[in-house]
């Protein structure tokens, strides 16, 4: 009987910490709550299926320190990346999640493009392909088209390596002294390999994340980037003077979330960000979708 109403105690107070994290708009000290509680309160159970506050549901691995984090605050910790998706995405764009994990991203932008709207998703590793394709199927969506592909320079097949059986978001085709648990064999193929195989429209948006080939990824999609239907960029800077270079080349201005606001970074010297949004000061589309980030950073970002 003890143990019952001790169970019955730590599910209410689990409820209360999220309650706090999920809705309480001070945001100081939550994080050094959330690090002492969180091991603590989990439920006995390690999957659960949990509603994000975008309005979408994920199922959750709770042994994965990231999406433990979703389960409790119920957002991801790149919310000011997922914020920027809400300024910018319009109803009929196309987006492209490259390096989907168990589909944030994926998820978020098939409501924010509806209708009319298209999202392709690419996540090469076995356990997040899973966790991709479950969450897919939970919410229901029409509008995705997912691959087991890992895009990079050229089309043929490479060793991934991973954590062991969990989704944690860190595979890469870089080898790694922290990730040597396990690895396996996945396809490769270039963005403009994609495109000219499967017809598929060039996107409006794209957003990378492939733990250190952001580089070979853009590499692949070269001729795409210096068109007039070249698409906005969001991309994890793993090596800022290549991912700059190369961007820039192809006529392309960079932007960092600094205090509160998405500021100009035109050198990887003053690069800080884990990730840079990046658009074409050329582009009439691209100025257009970026007018209300303007507004909201207070800074004039085109002409600088």
């Known amino acids: 009987m003890a143990e019952f109403f001790l169970r019955l105690w730590l599910a209410g107070l689990r409820e209360l910490v999220r309650l706090y994290l999920r809705r309480f708009p001070l945001r100081d000290g939550k994080g050094r709550l959330y690090a002492a509680v969180n091991e603590k309160l989990l439920p006995s159970r390690r999957y659960v299926t949990s509603r994000i506050r975008h309005g979408f549901r994920l199922h959750l691995d709770l042994m994965e320190p990231a999406q433990r984090q979703i389960y409790f605050f119920g957002d991801y910790d790149e919310r000011h990346e997922i914020a920027l998706l809400r300024q910018v995405l319009r109803p009929g764009d196309r987006f492209f999640d490259i390096g989907a994990n168990i589909g944030f ?6 409501r924010l493009v509806r209708p009319g709207g ?18 897919l199927s939970l919410n229901e969506t029409d509008n995705v088209q997912s691959f087991r592909i890992a895009l990079s320079d050229t089309a043929g097949q490479a060793q991934l390596y991973r954590r062991g059986e969990v989704a944690d978001g860190g595979a890469s085709l870089i080898s790694r002294a922290d990730y040597h648990d396990d690895s396996e064999v996945v396809a490769t193929m270039s963005l403009e390999q994609f495109l ?11 957003k990378i994340d492939v733990e250190g080939l952001e580089g070979k990824v853009l590499a692949g999609g070269q001729k795409i980037f210096h068109t007039q239907e070249a698409p906005l960029i ?11 270079a190369i961007l820039q080349e192809a006529g392309y201005r960079g932007l960092q979330r600094h205090r509160r606001r998405w500021l100009p970074a035109q050198s990887p010297a003053m690069i800080r960000a884990r990730n840079m949004f990046w658009y074409r000061p050329d582009s009439p589309r691209h100025r ?17």
């Open 288 to 304: 257009e979708r970026l007018a209300r980030l303007e507004a909201a950073s207070g800074v004039r970002l085109f002409g600088i």
């Open 234 to 244: 969001l991309i994890e800077m793993n090596d800022p003077a290549e991912i700059t």
């Open 196 to 206: 000219d195989r499967t017809g598929a429209l060039t996107p409006n948006f794209i």
């Open 118 to 135: 298209r999202v392709v998703a690419f996540e090469p590793a076995s356990v997040a392909w899973q966790a991709l394709t479950t969450n």
């Open 105 to 110: 991203y994926t998820l978020t932008a098939s």
